[in-house]
């Protein structure tokens, strides 16, 4: 990931789409299975590069939501059977979990954890998560969660970060910084997102 990244997109998705698109093709090969978790984009241009990445890679590509894709429901609950993945994503989706998984808006304490526990139970061994979030001070605010380092390590846990692009948005010259996290525990989402996290994880043991 390069170390400045210009708003051409107005938002974090300036930063998470190329990451999405180097993480595919890093680590998503011919054959592998690979689950977008609240797959269904707002803006679905933002979705053509990505799309592009995922065709090269020619991977098996699926989504996990609510609104729809081949796997429709609450991932949290969703039985999934004996099915399981080499890649899990979740672009800028799990922060939403505590109050959107089933589409009614209710609050749920812990339900992003639920989330991440579910991912990696579905990993095959070896298996990778991709995960993007709002980055910055650690507090719930209407509609997503922002993390901190020590958040986002407890939201993983049982896993491994063996990718961590952390970025801010400098409003002055409208361009995303790579980004101690150490650096931006005060950073607050406003009427947009000001810290971005995106990050690659992998199982401890076993995929699982």
Same mark, same amino acid.
């Given at each position: 990931m !390069?170390?400045?990244?210009?708003?051409?997109?107005?938002? +974090?998705?300036? %930063? +998470?789409? =190329?990451?999405?698109? !180097?993480?595919i093709l890093k680590y998503c090969t011919e054959g592998m299975d690979v689950l977008e978790v609240g797959g269904v984009p707002t803006d679905s241009s933002h979705y053509f590069s990505i799309n592009s990445a995922l065709q090269k890679s +020619?991977?098996?590509?699926?989504v996990c939501d609510f609104r729809g894709g081949e796997y429709v429901g609450d991932f949290v609950t969703l039985d999934f059977g004996d099915k399981k993945f080499d890649v899990i994503m979740f672009i800028s989706s799990l922060e939403h979990f505590p109050q959107c998984t089933e589409g009614d808006m209710e609050f749920r304490e812990g339900e992003d954890k639920k989330g991440y526990a579910k991912a990696l139970s579905l990993l095959n061994k070896g298996g990778k998560i991709i995960l993007t979030v709002p980055f910055g #001070? =650690? %507090?719930?605010?209407?509609?997503?969660?922002?993390?901190?380092? !020590? #958040?986002?390590? !407890?939201?993983t846990e049982g896993s491994e970060v063996i990718e961590a692009h952390t970025y801010v948005l400098e409003d002055e010259s409208d361009t995303w910084n790579l980004t101690d996290p150490e650096d931006m525990e005060d950073i607050c989402y406003t009427h947009k997102a000001y810290g971005v996290g995106c990050f690659v994880l992998e199982g401890e043991s076993n995929g699982t």
């Open positions: !390069d170390r400045s990244i210009s708003n051409a997109l107005g938002s +974090e998705r300036s %930063v +998470e789409i =190329p990451f999405t698109c !180097d993480s +020619e991977c098996n590509y699926s #001070k =650690p %507090v719930w605010q209407s509609y997503h969660q922002n993390y901190n380092w !020590d #958040k986002l390590l !407890d939201l």
